[in-house]
């Protein structure tokens, strides 16, 4: 099957266009576009990222080492940071930056949109808009209020700010209650956005 036997809109048609051009052209082939979307939509996602946070949860030293240096945690798990593939990262840094009582942190990139799709997938259109890129800098509090984020007035927000170099992953605080729990479940509890630092994590494992 083409990709364009059902196109609908016109962008969809323009899309389906330039890749019947390119497929002729034998510039790529329909198969290989599969495999992109197939990349995007199923393999990345924030799985990934929350096996690493589930592990630091269960795991003092690892936890130290991740806060550490991530970028060498993750090199040690296969990615070797160079992009194009689940298993690289298209960036050369990663920071684990770690919730506690006192602090909490948010990611943002307020050039464009950078973001660690390798441990999160695709970023969400949010997380790409202007309002979220301006204003999670300007007033992160009422941002994170907006997101169900309710956080004592004490409590120190940090803002980071993401670029081509570096990325960043919010280690969250772990929910009280799940001492008992398997690194799987815990790692159920991790959603995306607590990885980005507009969420807390789940305080249960979903059914
Ligand atoms: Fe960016």
């Not at 599969?34 to 929350?50: C, E, N, Q, Y």
Request: aromatic share 6%.
């Amino acid at each position: 099957m083409t990709h364009d036997d059902h196109p609908t809109s016109a962008m969809t048609r323009r899309v389906a266009a330039l890749e019947r051009t390119l497929v002729e052209r034998g510039t790529i082939t329909n198969e290989a576009v599969d495999d992109v979307l197939d990349l995007f939509t199923r393999k990345l996602g924030a799985h990934h990222g929350a096996r690493y946070i589930a592990r630091a949860w269960s795991d003092e030293e690892f936890r130290e080492r991740l806060l550490e240096d991530a970028t060498a945690v993750v090199r040690e798990y296969g990615y070797d940071l160079r992009g194009a593939t689940h298993r690289e990262l298209p960036f050369l840094r990663l920071e684990v930056v770690e919730n506690t009582a006192q602090v909490h942190n948010l990611v943002v990139c307020t050039l464009c949109s950078c973001y660690p799709i390798a441990m999160l997938g695709p970023p969400p259109r949010w997380y790409k808009s202007v309002q979220y890129r301006a204003r999670a800098v300007r007033e992160p509090r009422a941002v994170l209020a907006e997101f169900g984020v309710q956080l004592d007035p004490g409590v120190e927000i940090r803002v980071w700010d993401s670029n081509a170099d570096c990325r960043y992953l919010v280690l969250p605080r772990r929910p009280q209650g799940t001492d008992g729990l398997t690194e799987s479940e815990l790692a159920s509890l991790v959603t995306r956005n607590s990885l980005i630092g507009t969420a807390q994590p789940l305080e249960e494992v979903p059914a």
